[in-house]
């Protein structure tokens, strides 16, 4: 009869042997992720694009940047970036906070109450201006927000030429006005002649005004670079119990019947689930059982 207690010694010895070693091989892994997780290093949102080269001195780029990202909790990163800003003498041109609600389920848990469940999530549209030097500081400080980075595109245009095209247009502009209001003077004696020579200066004027708006305008923003920010986080979820003001009435019979058949089916849905999440306890007992049967009731 030794024969038959070695064999069910060997049977759970093996089976408890498996399960502490399936779980020793997980706590590596889960130690292994969680280091990953935790010594990522933050995503590349800065580069090349967004530094100043002091060496190219006759060439005027704007720097723009244009950023989406998750963060933990967004209303804490938005305080944060601010005051990223406001210490790299930036500012903040305009703040966007707003929830966009994903779905809204709805259920029925008294005879006067509702359950309302919202799902929603919580972004901020954010438009920065700093100065052109402290780009590339500013977004390496926004990096350490960042969970997961969407996109991050930046670009530096070169706006040489059209700063130098409207500095032409200013000048050849002024030069044919003060042609025009020299023969004014000069040579104009009608009234229509002198009404359509002024209306051609001012025409003139106006050209040499907006070149000179434009050029304020670029050298604008090739001082303080535009960075566009959209933050999001994870989905949460609201729940909230409101008054049944659809129907206060008692429920009719058919509806009672249907309640109850969804009850029951969700009570045998959780059975079935929890009996396939005990599946490996099922066969350990099963095989408890046979060799019980098969050999120790024998005696």
Partial sequence: MKTPHLILTICITTILFSCSSK??????????VAAYTSSAPPPPVSSSAAVENKNDSNRKFVRTADLRFKVKNVIKSSYDIEAIVGQQGGFIT??????????????????????EMTR????????????????????????????????????????SLQLLSNNLTQKRTAR????????????????????????????????????????????DQIKFSTITLCIYQDESVRKEIIANTIDNNAPGFCSKIWDSVLFGWDILSYLITLIIKLWSFIIIGGIIVFVYQKFFRKK
Avoid: M
């Fill in 120 to 159: 929603f999530s919580v972004i901020n549209n954010i438009t920065i201006r700093v100065p052109n030097t402290k780009l590339d500081t500013t977004l390496k400080l926004i990096a350490r927000n960042i969970i997961f980075l969407d996109y991050r595109n930046i670009k530096a245009n070169d706006v």
């Fill in 23 to 32: 779980k020793s091989e997980e706590a590596p892994k889960a130690d292994s």
């Fill in 94 to 115: 305009s703040t966007e906070l707003h929830s966009e609600i994903n779905d809204t389920q709805k259920e029925r848990i008294s005879r006067d109450s509702i359950l």
């Fill in 176 to 219: 044919h006005a003060d042609r025009l209001t020299k023969a004014v003077d000069e040579k104009g004696k009608k009234l229509a002649e002198s009404t359509d020579a002024e209306e051609l200066i001012l025409k003139q004027q106006e050209d040499a005004d907006n070149a000179k708006i434009a050029n304020l305008d670029l050298t």
